[in-house]
């Protein structure tokens, strides 16, 4: 078992505190008093204490302080992902989805719900392989989409700040498959019906792993920007009736 540096050092300094009270007693003996050398002897034996105590807290700090920058920084990435490319993907995807009237009134998040909400629907989807009828899709306007924000996937995928979220990073994979899967083919208008289902199979694999992040991401706006909620509410990719603007 590994032990963390915090441990071995708070172990070093507690030995330290009971080394210089030891020869504190070995010297002075165990009488009190308010000479010198007992006042340099208990300030010696404080300080290590002193140390750990505010090593622990400092750090402990620091590290809510940088994880808190982190998270704030990798939902900005997301939330740039979303507005360029993934509500523009999960809307043609979900207009494609024979089954969606069974998922959309989940998919309809509203201020009013709370985590509980959020990782029912989670749960849900987890549990769901999402369907897409690849004829209600019109692939050359997909793959113009998709060649259209190459470089922005690419500089996504290059971006440092999301080697963190492991499950967004496999979603951009995806995505960056799909890409390349349309952009492979010369005539994408005629194509067999083999080659189409395997299509079919890749864009239910961005479809899939897109909604729940989806989900995840709007939970994130919702506690910590109520404004941006509010906007993504109204446009939310699932509702057939979304619209940005506020009619009552």
């Known amino acids: 078992m590994r032990v963390k540096w915090e441990t071995k050092l708070g172990i070093a300094l507690l030995c330290s505190t009971a080394l210089i009270y030891g020869l504190k007693y070995m010297i002075i003996g165990d009488e009190g008093g308010s000479?010198?050398?007992?006042?340099?002897?208990?300030?010696?034996?404080?300080?290590?204490?002193?140390?750990?105590?505010?090593?622990?807290?400092?750090?402990?700090?620091?590290?809510?302080?940088?994880?808190?920058?982190?998270?704030?920084?990798?939902?900005?990435?997301?939330?740039?992902?979303?507005?360029?490319?993934?509500?523009?993907?999960?809307?043609?995807f979900s207009d494609a989805d024979p089954h969606l009237d069974q998922l959309r009134g989940e998919l309809l998040i509203r201020d009013s719900w709370t985590d509980t909400e959020f990782d029912q629907i989670k749960d849900h989807l987890q549990g769901t392989e999402q369907t897409v009828m690849i004829q209600r899709i019109d692939l050359q306007d997909l793959r113009s989409f998709l060649n259209q924000h190459r470089d922005f996937l690419l500089r996504l995928l290059e971006n440092p700040v999301l080697l963190e979220h492991a499950t967004f990073t496999e979603t951009l994979r995806a995505v960056f498959h799909l890409s390349e899967e349309l952009e492979s083919r010369d005539d994408i208008t005629s194509l067999p019906e083999t080659d189409r289902a395997h299509l079919a199979v890749d864009i239910r694999r961005v479809y899939d792993m897109l909604t729940p992040e989806w989900v995840e991401y709007m939970r994130y706006l919702k506690l910590h920007y109520p404004y941006l909620f509010s906007l993504a509410m109204r446009k939310n990719p699932f509702d057939e009736n979304a619209s940005p603007v506020i009619a009552n």
């Open 35 to 92: 000479n010198t050398l007992t006042y340099i002897f208990n300030a010696l034996g404080f300080l290590p204490v002193n140390v750990l105590l505010v090593t622990l807290i400092l750090n402990q700090m620091l590290a809510v302080r940088s994880k808190r920058e982190r998270l704030q920084k990798m939902n900005m990435v997301i939330g740039l992902f979303f507005s360029e490319v993934g509500s523009t993907l999960l809307k043609q």
